[in-house]
């Protein structure tokens, strides 16, 4: 079946970088769309960047924009997020997703596989 599993996750200051990786298996990881997405407590879940992972093509929220940058080693069947310049309000779980009939995308509900979810804190 479908596992996705996250790694990376971690305690870092405020202009600091880190980068979160998500490990695919139990399909041909280009059949999907993938996806990064974070939930802060007391918020709802949000897509941060998505990549169509046939061509490469990503997809960025706004509040992550020329900050993270949304890769892929497709041999590894491996997700990955890079994050620079981070803010105490990029603070939340990060989840990585497999789906999308539409690519890329950042809604929730277009994804059908979610991994357990790696916790990102930003300290100001």
């Known amino acids: 079946q479908v596992q996705l599993v996250e790694s990376g996750g971690g305690s870092v200051q405020a202009g600091g970088s880190l980068r979160l990786s998500c490990a695919a298996s139990g399909y041909t990881y280009s059949t999907y769309c993938m996806g990064w997405f974070r939930q802060a407590p007391g918020k709802e879940r949000e897509g941060v960047a998505s990549?169509?992972?046939?061509?490469?093509?990503?997809y960025y929220a706004d509040s992550v924009k020329g900050r993270f940058t949304i890769s892929q080693d497709n041999a590894k069947s491996t997700l990955y997020l890079q994050m620079n310049s981070l803010k105490p309000e990029d603070t939340a779980m990060y989840y990585c997703a497999a789906g999308g009939a539409s690519c890329p995308v950042l809604l929730n509900d277009q994804y059908n596989y979610w991994g357990q979810g790696t916790q990102l804190t930003v300290s100001s």
């Open positions: 990549i169509y992972t046939k061509v490469g093509s990503t």
